[in-house]
């Protein structure tokens, strides 16, 4: 059973950065893929950012410019760099691991999710 830990979650004033990471516990299979979806009380679980399958990595229209998503050193380890964060960033942060063939941005392929790490932004 595949598990993800996430880190990095805080309260930080507007304008401020923070770096999520994501650490997957294992994985049998060589081509997935990874992303962080975020969420807020009431509303959908919207995508943040995507790394596929081939390593291609992809991040929502509203943090383009400002998100960066990388894969770390270690195997099945993401990092989602979030500069000049604003208040509606403000949200819970889903890290989500997803076995091949897998869609990146279709929320239904991901079968493993973290906990959540709560990033809040004033």
């Known amino acids: 059973h595949v598990q993800l830990v996430e880190s990095g979650g805080d309260s930080v004033q507007a304008g401020g950065s923070l770096t999520l990471s994501c650490t997957a516990s294992?994985?049998?299979?060589?081509?997935?893929?990874m992303a962080w979806f975020r969420q807020v009380p009431g509303s959908q679980r919207e995508t943040v950012a995507t790394v596929d399958s081939n390593g291609v990595t992809k991040v929502a229209g509203s943090v383009k410019g400002r998100f960066t998503l990388s894969q770390g050193n270690a195997k099945y380890t993401l990092h989602l760099q979030m500069n000049a964060l604003k208040p509606e960033d403000t949200a819970m942060y889903y890290c989500?691991?997803?076995?091949?063939?897998?869609?990146?941005?279709?929320?239904?392929?991901?079968?493993?999710w973290g906990q959540g790490t709560q990033v809040t932004v004033s």
């Open positions: 294992e994985s049998t299979y060589r081509s997935i893929c």
């Open positions: 989500a691991l997803a076995r091949p063939p897998c869609r990146p941005t279709r929320l239904d392929d991901y079968g493993y």
